[in-house]
């Protein structure tokens, strides 16, 4: 219970410190742009009003002399929200005309806007009461200096409204960031809840568990891809581990009760010197089939953990399938089988010799094993499509294409090889073989016989792929279900 409840309290703290980050960007996004739109309004607005008093000074001043104080007195009569001043002053800064008191101090003479302040008079507030305006002073062919200026007053007033504006929605901003903020993270501490179950039920054995996948391949979706991948191949490595146990336990108790029974038998039986050695030889045989199946499942797994990497020198494959031929050849003969040598062309492979000549052992093991008598079984070193293939064909009942893919697992026995003695480890040899040297393994053929194939790089100087290649992936049984008929 403590545990449950401390588990929660880390998941709301990782929730409210999630929540807190996407509200404070949302936030800070928001009160910059904010900022910018309460900044270019103000901007406008300024602008807005320069635009009007220059036009009006350039039009004032462009006019007839005499015709200024009426211009002036036009302009100000136009103004119904009281927010336009202007002057007509002397060369000596007397009033002339307008709704200025006294010439502004300081306003300079260059016509361009400036902000100023301005003693007023006939406006009903007090006339000692400045305003604060945009001001523009321009002086005339005759010397006078003409003064407009505009309330910014209004433009003050435009931007409390905006200002207040903005305010309230940087408050509805940050109330949905904390909104927004709090779905992702429970949306998200949600997806992580369910991956963390699935994890744990994975740890409590149930293998075939995945994680959760939403198809929306963000972050963690192809996180729980790449764990699921590793779940699968866990899963099957233990799978294999499992049917391995039972296939070595069944291969093993058959040669194991055999012997026990032989030996049995001469205790209770055997009355002389040559029946007691009958039935032992017969024992030890059976052991000798225990220990074979034994020592294949020590050699794949050996050969599987890239333990003779050492030894991996540039081979010529044509001589190696010429000592192959050589080595079985007697077995062949015992079979009334022949051994057809077939070398189209020459190649290199840097490899390991003893292990590429035990794997087309194997091959051609199988292959005679299968063959009827007075045929033949063609060892083969062709060069096609850019690569070098070491092919094994035989005249037997061949492979069901259903059953390439399971043929290279340890202790398989296809429905027809099952009347013929075997441990259903040569193939699985062969695989490992291929794996370590980065090769690839293929199992074809037709009705009548079976065609299997090492696919080797073309180059003299081609380097052994690490087991942990994409290409090394090529031994794998997957890899079986490719055909070449």
């Not at 007397?94 to 100023?116: F, I, K, M, Q, Y």
């Amino acid at each position: 219970m403590i545990r449950a409840i401390g588990g929660w309290a880390v998941t709301l703290r990782a929730a409210l410190r999630w929540t807190v980050f996407i509200a404070a960007g949302f936030a800070t996004m928001a009160v910059v742009l904010f900022a910018f739109i309460y900044w270019q309004a103000a901007s406008l607005e300024r602008q807005h009003i320069d635009d009007v008093i220059l036009r009006e000074s350039a039009a004032i001043v462009a006019s007839r002399p005499n015709d200024a104080a009426q211009a002036l007195k036009d302009w100000l009569n136009a103004d119904p929200h009281e927010v336009r001043y202007g002057g007509l002053f002397g060369p000596g800064g007397e009033r002339l005309a307008g709704n200025l008191a006294v010439l502004p101090d300081a306003l300079p003479e260059d016509g361009r806007p400036h902000e100023s302040v301005f003693p007023t008079i006939e406006r009903e507030h007090d006339p000692t009461d400045p305003e604060d305006v945009r001001a523009i002073a321009s002086r005339l062919a005759d010397g006078r200096l003409l003064v407009l200026g505009y309330d910014i007053d209004e433009l003050e007033d435009v931007q409390d409204v905006i200002g207040r504006a903005l305010a309230l929605g940087l408050v509805l901003a940050l109330l949905l960031s904390l909104l927004c903020g709090t779905l992702i993270a429970w949306r998200a501490q949600r997806r992580v809840a369910s991956m963390h179950g699935a994890i744990g039920k994975v740890m409590r054995g149930a293998l075939s568990e995945r994680l959760p996948v939403r198809g929306s391949h963000d972050d963690l979706d192809r996180l729980a891809g790449a764990v699921n991948g590793m779940l699968r191949e866990l899963e099957r490595l233990v799978g294999d581990i499992r049917g391995v146990g039972d296939s070595i336990a069944h291969d093993l108790r058959t040669p194991l009760t055999r012997a026990r029974a032989r030996l049995e038998r001469c205790r209770d039986e055997a009355q002389t010197v040559a029946a007691f050695q009958v039935s032992t030889d017969r024992a030890i045989a059976s052991l000798d089939q225990a220990l074979a199946v034994i020592s294949a499942v020590l050699r794949i797994g050996e050969i599987e953990h890239g333990r003779r990497r050492a030894a991996f020198a540039t081979v010529d494959l044509g001589a190696l399938l010429r000592d192959a031929a050589e080595l079985y050849e007697p077995l062949a003969d015992e079979k009334n089988v022949s051994i057809r040598l077939d070398l189209q062309s020459e190649g290199h492979l840097v490899a390991d010799r003893d292990l590429m000549l035990e794997a087309i052992g194997n091959l051609l093991d199988n292959a005679i094993k299968f063959t009827p008598a007075g045929s033949a079984v063609t060892l083969s070193l062709v060069r096609q499509h850019g690569s070098m293939l070491l092919r094994v064909a035989d005249r037997g009942p061949g492979i069901a294409e259903s059953e390439r893919e399971r043929a290279v697992q340890r202790f398989y026995r296809g429905e027809k090889s099952r009347t013929v003695p075997g441990s259903g480890l040569g193939l699985s040899l062969v695989a490992a073989v291929v794996r370590l040297h980065g090769l690839r393994l293929v199992i074809g053929g037709s009705g009548a016989g079976c065609v299997i194939e090492i696919v080797c790089p073309d180059s003299e100087s081609a380097a052994p792929a690490d087991p942990g290649d994409d290409c090394a992936d090529s031994g794998l049984p997957s890899t079986t279900a490719q055909l070449n008929a």
